[in-house]
């Protein structure tokens, strides 16, 4: 069965340095990931995904990720935190049914 | 154009109670899902229709049903609601591939039972 978790349920950055989400899964074949925000009373954005193919993934926002075998990880990045970066991150695998898992969520606070 | 759109945004009821929530998507998908977003913020898949045949029902009260009139709409109808039922549903839709492909998510809707 595929899962994901999340390592920090919340993360706090000064505006401007740099941004770290993380990300371990679990999964018994190649995985499909993705990683989605949530600004405050607002439906789910796709950030990013990764499909088996460049294991560098870039994204929307300046927000990239890396897929590392090895480490079983999936970490989120953004070399420059904005204030409009403020929301809660959320780290998904898909099951081989179709359905998304996700994480318990990060809530990332961007201080000025 | 919104792509994956719910009615209503806002929905508050009493315990008891039977409601509809509405979902629609205009991106030529054929797979619709919901998911239920607990005040937490734990998000976890309910029920997902491809090509109107339910292959997703997680262990979902049967309170709760799902309908799919064509692709392109989604609908979940909820009886007898309780106050655990108080959460925020989502509507996603995406092409059923065997893998892969991300899913669209709609605005959610707030629903709480008093």
């Known amino acids: 069965a595929q899962s994901v978790t999340q390592l920090d349920s919340h993360v706090s950055v000064s505006e401007g340095t740099p941004v770290l989400l993380r990300c371990n899964y679990s999964?018994?074949?190649?995985?499909?990931l993705f990683w989605y925000v949530q600004h405050p009373n607002k439906g789910l954005q796709l950030l990013l995904k990764y499909t088996s193919a460049a294991t560098l993934v870039k994204g929307i926002n300046g927000f990239e990720a890396e897929f590392k075998k090895s480490e079983t990880s999936f970490h989120l990045t953004k070399p420059s935190a904005h204030m409009s970066d403020a929301a809660e991150y959320f780290c998904?695998?898909?099951?081989?049914?179709?359905?998304?898992?996700f994480g318990q969520g990060t809530t990332l606070q961007v201080k000025p | 154009d919104t792509a994956v759109s719910q009615t209503p945004k806002y929905l508050v009821t009493q315990m008891g109670n039977d409601k509809s929530i509405k979902c629609e998507q205009n991106l030529g998908h054929d797979t619709m899902y919901w998911y239920k977003q607990d005040s937490k913020k734990f998000l976890k898949i309910m029920f997902s229709y491809n090509n109107k045949e339910l292959i997703i029902n997680e262990t979902v009260p049967n309170r709760f049903s799902p309908k799919s009139p064509d692709k392109a709409h989604l609908n979940l109808h909820i009886n007898s609601l309780e106050l655990g039922d108080s959460a925020v549903y989502f509507c996603?839709?995406?092409?059923?591939?065997?893998?892969?492909?991300?899913?669209?998510f709609g605005p959610g809707t707030r629903l709480t039972v008093t």
């Open positions: 998904v695998v898909r099951s081989n049914t179709g359905k998304l898992i």
């Open positions: 999964s018994s074949y190649s995985p499909s």
């Open positions: 996603a839709s995406s092409q059923w591939l065997p893998r892969g492909i991300e899913q669209y």
